[in-house]
């Protein structure tokens, strides 16, 4: 698997991510309907997008200096 191929996927992957967490601080806003450990797994999914973020930031970085 190249890195072009991961790098589309982990996108992907972090806009799923981002959808998700917005559904359920949208639906846990909602006055009668409650999430149970919403913030949570918000916070988790927060974390998630952090660490896909920095691998693909890393290997930008990796690239722009193999190119000086």
């Not at 309907?33 to 998630?48: D, E, F, H, K, R």
């Amino acid at each position: 698997m190249n890195f072009e191929k991961i790098k589309k996927i982990a996108k992907y992957t972090t806009n799923g991510l981002s959808i998700i967490a917005a559904l359920i601080t949208g639906i846990n806003a909602i006055e009668g309907i409650t999430i149970p450990y919403a913030v949570q797994i918000v916070q988790i999914i927060a974390v998630l997008q952090g660490v896909i973020g920095t691998y693909l930031i890393s290997n930008k970085a990796l690239n722009y200096k193999k190119e000086d």
